[in-house]
Every structure is written in C-alpha cells, then in structure tokens.
Nanobody, 125 residues
Framework: QLQLLESGGGLVQPGGSLRLSCAASELSLEDYCVGWFRRAPGKEREGVSTISGSGSDTKYRDSVKGRFTISRDSAKNTVYLQMNSLKPEDTAIYYC??????????????????WGQGTQVTVSS
C-alpha cells in the first residue's frame, strides 16, 4: 500500500519561501503523475501543480505561475514543490497525490488515487 508523506510546511512571512516534499514508501513514484493540491479554510480543495511521470510535463494554476516550481527526484522517490514569493492567500493545507498514469489529466481530484495527510502552510506577518 503506497503511503505518501508531506513535509516542509510551516509559518513564513509574506515574500518568503518554503519547499514542500512528498515522499513515498512501499511503492515507487517513478513513471507516475504526481499532483499538489491545497485546501484553504472555508474553501474548496484546488489543484496547485502537477508533474508527469518523466518530469517533462508540468502544470501550474495561474495564481502560482512564476512563483512555484514542481520537481521530482527519482533516486529519493520524492516530489518537491518549491514555493517562492509566498502570499497570505497561499495559506492552506497542502496535499500531494498520485495518479496511476504517466501523464497528468489536470486538477481533477478523483483521478488521483492516493493522498497524503497534508502539511500546513501559513503565510502571515
């Protein structure tokens, strides 16, 4: 049973940076689409970024383009989300999820079969 563990969240001031990690155990993430989602208080879950199995295709929601970067390290079986120039509206619980296909099909949550428990990101002065 694949288990995903997010880490790297925390409290940061506006304009600051964090790097989230999504580590997998029991099974390899290699060749599979991985996505980052977030849920802010009182809001629906939304997709943030996805990366294809090869790492060659990435996608970002408009509000994070140019600030967030998704990447993967197959040797460490980990996917990262580098978040720069953070804004208060980025405050949310961030989740990673795996879609058992090589290519990602966007930010549709039901296409992702395995989810982590989430890591809290708070952007506040």
């Amino acid at each position: 049973q694949l288990q995903l563990l997010e880490s790297g969240g925390g409290l940061v001031q506006p304009g600051g940076s964090l790097r989230l990690s999504c580590a997998a155990s029991e099974l390899s993430l290699e060749d599979y689409c991985v996505g980052w989602f977030r849920r802010a208080p009182g809001k629906e879950r939304e997709g943030v970024s996805t990366i294809s199995g090869s790492g060659s295709d990435t996608k970002y929601r408009d509000s994070v383009k140019g600030r967030f970067t998704i990447s993967r390290d197959s040797a460490k079986n980990t996917v990262y989300l580098q978040m720069n120039s953070l804004k208060p509206e980025d405050t949310a619980i961030y989740y990673c999820a795996v879609s058992w296909s090589h290519y990602c099909s966007g930010f549709v949550p039901y296409l992702y079969a395995n989810w982590g428990q989430g890591t809290q990101v708070t952007v506040s002065s």
